[in-house]
């Protein structure tokens, strides 16, 4: 196999081949702006993460389930001291029929850990103190602690490998210019490692991936123009109940990280952590939700769920000493101080993306804010907000993360540079019990200095059409796509 290219050629056109001709591709749309599918670089939209996935391979990769399943690396061993992932690599090409080697893979890894600086991927990453390429075909990365999830974090999109452009599959796209729409094909099993198979085409199906606006994507799919739509958001919710087509075919991933309000200054009623507190303990976070009609919605008043540290320490909710009508009261007391001090009302302006379920849920804040006398004005993302929307899922299952998020290099709001620090401390600490302490304690500093305001679990849904048989809610929001290209045997 000396050049991957020129077979490809001959396989961009699959996408109306695979089980039965006339089934056609199978129609995926993600929810969010035409232009994001195509991001380049570290910070990818979920649009092009989907499909930095299906095209960039990195050493490991996500199954439909959320599982870790070889990549370019074929296998893996992790040294008992938990500080070293050596990974042996498929025997394996470039698409220009180059070999992929270690040597290529210490410098692409090298490269995309380096331009992640700044970014919260960066900072999940800062346990990586060398990546070595031992043979040719094995490559080591060494960490400075140990690091359960870390695969998990290689198996992110951000990490799949590029080079001259190009990735290692395991599918390869075509952009129409005219639509913006990517055409998927698989490559064939010899140009991805495996045994060559003389009628791999007969088990492969073509796929169409397109980033539409959620109310055009939800029509789409209520008019079978889509097969699957991925990237449902809370703002987006109320439209999955649009039209006959689409009931019975929501799913809602049990998704984990980050869904509240950021703190972007200390000014006006926001202007000391008591004030801040004022209106986290005023909310009734059930209530919120109650609109949606969302069973089994996690709602909590804690940055870190209890749960991720392996001695909670704290309970499961602050303020449990106390009812809601007691917070309230507390609340009101302080925002009237704030207001005599002042001579005016205290108002507090808040930034959510445009949706119905941000009118829902604006509507519900504004109702229960103004029973501690406080305004609350809505203006769009970015338009001199005191509070924004805060929507993340999380990458894998550690406080670091949800810690990581609010580190004060990220710019995202208020933040603690001791709570840094202490997050900082535990990237080296190879003892489980210390390196928790300092976690909880890094959890601590941002409770005590407020800086924002947690709902609860994130929110993602999708409407699956039912002959989509390789599709699973899992708890990252990540559906790889080339499990799709081939039905169930």
Not at 415 to 434: H, Y
Request: glycine share 10%.
């Amino acid at each position: 196999m000396k050049r991957i290219s020129a077979i490809l050629a001959g396989f961009l056109g699959l996408s109306a081949c695979g089980p039965g001709a006339d089934s056609g591709p199978i129609d995926v749309a993600i929810i969010g702006e035409p232009q994001t599918l195509y991001q380049q670089g570290v910070r990818l939209s979920p649009a092009a993460q989907h499909l930095r996935a299906a095209s960039y391979e990195g050493l490991v990769a996500l199954d439909p389930s959320g599982q870790i399943i070889p990549a370019i690396a074929e296998r893996w061993i992790v040294t008992d001291d938990g500080l070293s992932y050596i990974f042996r690599l498929r025997s394996s090409n470039w698409p220009d029929g180059e070999a992929i080697t270690a040597n290529d893979v210490r410098a692409l890894l090298r490269d995309t850990i380096a331009r992640l600086d700044g970014t919260s991927l960066g900072l999940d990453l800062a346990k990586v103190t060398d990546v070595r390429a031992m043979t040719g075909r094995v490559v080591e990365v060494r960490l400075s602690s140990q690091m359960p999830d870390f695969l998990r974090l290689l198996a992110q999109p951000e990490l799949g490998f590029v080079k001259d452009g190009s990735g290692a599959g395991p599918m390869v796209f075509s952009r129409d210019e005219d639509t913006g729409v990517a055409r998927l094909s698989s490559l064939p099993p010899e140009a991805r490692g495996f045994p060559a198979r003389e009628d791999w085409e007969a088990f492969t199906r073509g796929l169409t991936v397109r980033a539409l606006p959620a109310e055009q994507a939800v029509s789409a799919f209520a008019d079978g123009e889509v097969d699957l739509l991925l990237n449902g958001r809370l703002s987006s919710f109320p439209l999955a109940e649009l039209g006959p087509l689409s009931r019975g075919a929501i799913q809602v991933d049990p998704a984990l990280g980050l869904f509240g309000l950021v703190i972007r200054g200390d000014s006006g009623p926001l202007s000391d952590p008591l004030g801040r507190e004022a209106l986290s303990m005023a909310l009734d976070r059930s209530a919120l939700i109650e609109p949606f009609g969302l069973g089994g919605w996690q709602p909590t008043t804690w940055i870190v769920p209890p749960a991720f540290f392996s001695s909670p320490p704290f309970p499961d909710a602050r303020w449990d000493q106390l009812s809601l009508d007691e917070r309230r009261a507390m609340a009101r007391s302080r925002i009237a101080g704030w207001s005599s001090a002042n001579g005016e009302q205290a108002v507090v302006r808040i930034g959510l993306p445009a949706g119905p379920g941000s009118d829902l849920l604006f509507g519900e804040l504004a109702d229960q804010w103004a029973t501690i006398g406080l305004r609350l004005v809505r203006v769009a993302p970015g338009e001199g907000a005191d509070l924004e929307l805060r929507d993340r899922l999380a990458r894998y299952s550690s406080p670091r993360w949800f810690l990581n998020q609010f580190n004060c290099e990220l710019e995202i709001g208020l933040c603690s540079p001791e709570a840094d620090r202490l997050v900082k401390e535990s990237l080296i600490q190879r003892d489980p019990t210390e390196k928790e302490r300092l976690l909880s304690e890094a959890h601590a500093a941002l409770i005590a200095d407020e800086v924002f305001i947690p709902l609860g679990a994130p929110v993602r849904w999708s409407l699956v059409r039912g002959a989509i048989d390789s599709y699973q809610a899992n708890p990252w929001g990540l559906h790889p796509l080339f499990p799709l290209s081939v039905p169930p045997t």
